[in-house]
């Protein structure tokens, strides 16, 4: 397993940004540029990756093809499309994304992104998007999500069924599957079930941590890591045993590069 970031850390060079995370224990990175850099920075970044040893884990999109606005619509799956070839040239692990809000906000919380429709319109544009750039050295794959499929583990295994194509895989983030009391006190229940029904299909995970607010409704918050519920040990354990020594494992959602350095060593001390 290679534990890295999901940040970009502030730098000059492509080369300044691999020895920094080579320096302090990162051995996995999201790439720091999009598919409309120029071609000669794009390789700069995978020259210095290679150099330093930092696997390109993920390429994000972090956008919605669903948007209710036709014109960023359509700019959402512009960028879907250029990801996944720049995920394809620089050889990532995964190009990854949420399937998409169906509203202004990309990672939004609407009632129309749990209609039927919506699902149907996400398993055929995949299918467009690995037909069109056919990866052989990448994959696509979506973010496990709270309100956007797939919001459970038998909605994955769904859409990896209705998808059928070897181009789509499984990006796990079980922090947004915990989102109400029952799964925020059957964790480790949620994982296993993650793991023995995708486990043939994962290629990155995403690490962060949860707590529930004391009350009389449920309201469950991110935290920094170790600091609130999850049995980080147990989920790392679990990615072990997929036996992969080069899955990656991105820590993300911190303020900055300090707190990344302190969940870094939070996760290696378990």
């Given at each position: ?145 709270q309100w956007m499929a797939p919001t459970t583990v038998d909605q994955y295994v769904q859409l990896i069924k209705d998808i059928d194509r070897p181009g ?33 299909h994962m290629v990155g995970f995403h690490i962060k941590d949860v707590l ?59």
């Amino acid at each position: 397993m290679r534990l890295g970031m999901n940040y970009t850390v502030p730098h000059e060079t492509p080369e300044e940004w691999a020895s920094y995370l080579k320096e302090h224990g990162f051995r996995a990175a999201s790439f720091p540029v999009d598919y409309t850099a120029p071609v000669s920075l794009i390789d700069s970044y995978v020259e210095a990756a290679k150099a330093q040893d930092i696997l390109i884990a993920e390429v994000g999109v972090w956008t919605s093809p669903w948007n209710t606005e036709p014109a960023e619509a359509l700019k959402g799956r512009e960028r879907c499309l250029g990801q996944l070839r720049l995920a394809e040239y620089v050889g990532a692990r995964c190009c990854v994304n949420v399937s998409g809000a169906a509203g202004p906000l990309w990672f939004y919380c609407y009632r129309e992104n749990f209609e039927p429709a919506l699902y149907e319109q996400n398993v055929a544009f995949i299918q467009q998007l690995l037909d069109t750039v056919k990866p052989h050295n990448t994959c696509y794959t979506l973010e496990t999500m709270q309100w956007m499929a797939p919001t459970t583990v038998d909605q994955y295994v769904q859409l990896i069924k209705d998808i059928d194509r070897p181009g789509f895989k499984v990006h796990l983030d079980p922090f947004n599957l915990i989102n109400d009391a029952y799964t925020y006190t059957h964790q480790k229940e949620l994982i296993d079930e993650a793991f023995d029904k995708l486990s043939g299909h994962m290629v990155g995970f995403h690490i962060k941590d949860v707590l529930m607010d004391p009350g009389l409704t449920v309201a469950i918050r991110e935290v920094p890591i170790g600091e609130g519920s999850f049995d980080h040990k147990y989920y790392l354990q679990k990615i072990a045993s997929l036996g992969d020594p080069d899955m990656p494992a991105l820590i993300e959602h911190r303020p900055d590069p300090e707190d990344y350095l302190k969940a870094l060593a939070y996760l290696k001390g378990l």
